[in-house]
């Protein structure tokens, strides 16, 4: 009986070895990006802890005011880490229906400017497109259509209403009630040429069959870093822009 105790604790210690040390060689030879407890780098590439990364900075609706700046904070101090220029915006309450807290501003630095810009955003959504120019945007610009992104064409960010547009008192709020929404329209690329939704979602535009390959290709690596994302394939209502959003819910169409 002792000596099956002895074995028994034995085959514990050699398995809690054995996890230690996995452990240790995962987290000296996987991607920084792969490891859910190493900090987020907004320039690494897209991994498979990326998204529940940003998350982290996600602010729950019953969050008191000092978790909201405490959060905010963090998140802002990552993405000047990464070289963008941010600022905080003020929050705001559209009679408790339209309800915004710890959104920024990105004002400039070292991520593609967005047009119109002064853009109110929550922080991690700030984050989402950042990731996105970076990782899914450039890169697809330049592999497809030869030239870098200059900006990036957009309708906003806040806007205090219900999903669709609908009206209906049942209807939910819009994650753009909540500023954490973003509707692109077009692209223009530093040699002049303007990628538009509208025009080029077909391929049957000026530019031809490369700005449908590019446009589907931003379409599928947002999936990647946004929750959300509705193009011209999902409804009639998408078919000039892409929303790109970070609903706690996931859809890709």
Request: hydrophobic letters at 40%; glycine letters at 8%; one cysteine or more.
């Amino acid at each position: 009986m002792d000596r099956d105790f002895a074995d028994f604790w034995n085959l514990l210690w050699e398995l809690a070895l054995g996890v230690c040390a996995g452990f240790a060689l995962l987290n000296a030879f996987a991607p920084d990006q792969d490891l859910p407890w190493k900090p987020l780098d907004l320039s690494h590439p897209i991994g498979q802890a990326t998204a529940a990364k940003v998350a982290d900075f996600d602010i729950p609706r019953t969050a008191a005011p000092e978790e909201t700046k405490a959060v905010t904070d963090a998140c802002i101090q990552v993405l000047r880490e990464a070289g963008v220029e941010v600022e905080r915006a003020p929050d705001r309450n559209d009679g408790d229906f339209c309800v915004v807290r710890g959104a920024v501003r990105i004002t400039g630095g070292a991520v593609t400017p967005l047009a119109p810009g002064g853009l109110v955003m929550q922080c991690p959504m700030a984050m989402r497109y950042v990731i996105w120019d970076r990782q899914v945007l450039q890169p697809a610009a330049r592999d497809i259509l030869g030239s870098p992104v200059a900006s990036v064409q957009n309708y906003g960010s806040y806007s205090c209403r219900r999903i669709y547009g609908r009206t209906g008192t049942d209807d939910r709020p819009s994650e753009h009630a909540r500023a954490n929404a973003l509707d692109v329209a077009a692209v223009t690329l530093e040699d002049g040429r303007v990628i538009s939704i509208a025009g080029d979602w077909t391929g049957e535009g000026r530019i031809g069959p490369d700005a449908r390959r590019f446009l589907k290709r931003i379409r599928g690596g947002a999936c990647r870093v946004f929750s959300t994302v509705l193009s011209p394939d999902y409804n009639r209502q998408h078919h000039d822009h892409l929303h790109l959003d970070g609903a706690p819910r996931s859809l890709c169409a």
